[in-house]
């Protein structure tokens, strides 16, 4: 994201400054990440970065049976075997404590408290064998059959809470009315050049291989979709 961010700062300094405004950011859940919002952070731009359970928080999609449906779908499809399982949303996490406790009540093993997974450092605890596999939960909680070395895995991130939690503000700034409101504005100024270009267009993929080559073919497609704007304009 900070080179397209820095570009994009070096494209808005050419521009004549008539009046003051402030320039917004908007970028889907892919972005969402601690450097990329420490880094937006401390850019001059009001920014609004989704995160992945971003619509699962917005009462609007709480009611929804599309919305409940497709994300039932997409459970489904990630799953190799068909089955879902208990989130580790369900999972109660003590950080202070270093205790976790299943959906069924019962502790579990604390397995590693200094695990790296994704470049992210937590706890990640384990079933106790004997718990989940005389537990009535085991087939809601598992996807898998019960091994014969361990029970249900969780990993929990620690929350720092010494450090400023970028993360979880842009949580909060996007659950709020303007986020929303804000964010809702993406789908009709940003995706629809997404969709010109790569469907009206047809460029699916880049033809080209090497940083310059591909930045020169991204730019005539850009400067097309342009030119294509201000004609339209005209008319």
């Not at 400054?17 to 731009?45: C, Q, R, V």
Request: charged share 25%; aromatic share 10%.
């Amino acid at each position: 994201m900070k080179p397209a961010v820095l570009a994009l700062q070096a494209q808005l300094d050419k521009l004549p400054k008539t009046h003051s405004t402030i320039t917004k950011f908007t970028a889907d859940s892919g972005f969402h990440s601690k450097a990329n919002l420490k880094f937006l952070s401390e850019t001059p731009y009001d920014c609004y970065v989704t995160d992945t359970a971003f619509r699962s928080r917005n009462p609007l999609f709480q009611n929804s049976e599309t919305y409940q449906t497709k994300q039932a779908k997409k459970r489904k499809k990630r799953s190799k075997t068909g089955k879902t399982c208990y989130p580790i949303t369900m999972f109660q996490f003590d950080q202070d404590a270093l205790t976790c406790r299943c959906p069924a009540g019962k502790m579990m093993r604390l397995s590693s408290k200094n695990a790296v997974i994704s470049g992210e450092r937590g706890a990640q605890f384990c079933g106790y064998l004997n718990d989940c596999r005389h537990c009535a939960l085991q087939s809601q909680c598992m996807r898998k059959s019960l091994g014969k070395q361990q029970g249900r895995q969780v990993f929990f991130i620690y929350k720092n809470t010494k450090d400023f939690d970028h993360m979880q503000a842009m949580k909060d700034k996007i659950d709020s009315s303007e986020g929303r409101r804000q964010y809702s504005k993406r789908l009709g100024c940003v995706e629809p050049v997404f969709g010109n270009i790569t469907v009206n267009k047809q460029m699916n993929q880049f033809t080209l291989r090497g940083r310059e080559k591909v930045n020169a073919q991204w730019a005539m497609f850009s400067m097309l979709h342009n030119i294509e704007k201000l004609r339209n304009h005209i008319k």
